[in-house]
């Protein structure tokens, strides 16, 4: 089992950036892929990056590529989540999540085991 918490949420006007972390604890941290997702109000979660054990894979959802960036520091036991160019439609709780896997398995919160307590992002237009 692993114990995450997230911080660095916020509020941002649009057009802004804001630098989420999530710190691990409590497992082999680098021996796992992580992934953030969201929730914003009266929505599903949904799935918006993924980092390999290693770092050298990611994979962004299709409404964050080319503004979020996914990295991680296995000495730090942290992965990282930087925003850029935010949107309103970028407002919700996010999510740092474990993976049950050390590469990317996919998008769905199925092949997610772990989850930390959400940090709210909120961007006004």
């Known amino acids: 089992q692993v114990q995450l918490v997230e911080s660095g949420g916020g509020l941002v006007q649009a057009g802004g950036s804001l630098r989420l972390s999530c710190a691990a604890s409590?497992?082999?941290?680098?021996?796992?892929?992580m992934g953030w997702f969201r929730q914003a109000p009266g929505k599903e979660r949904e799935f918006v990056a993924g980092?390999?054990?290693?770092?050298?894979?990611?994979d962004l959802a299709d409404s964050v590529k080319g503004r979020f960036t996914i990295s991680r520091d296995n000495d730090k036991n942290t992965v990282y989540l930087q925003m850029n160019s935010l949107k309103p439609e970028d407002t919700a709780v996010y999510y740092c999540?474990?993976?049950?896997?050390?590469?990317?398995?996919?998008?769905?919160?199925?092949?997610?085991?772990?989850w930390g307590q959400g940090t709210q992002v909120t961007v006004s237009s």
């Open positions: 980092i390999s054990w290693s770092g050298d894979s990611t």
């Open positions: 409590g497992r082999t941290f680098s021996m796992y892929a």
């Open positions: 999540a474990a993976s049950r896997f050390g590469n990317i398995a996919g998008q769905g919160a199925e092949y997610f085991g772990s």
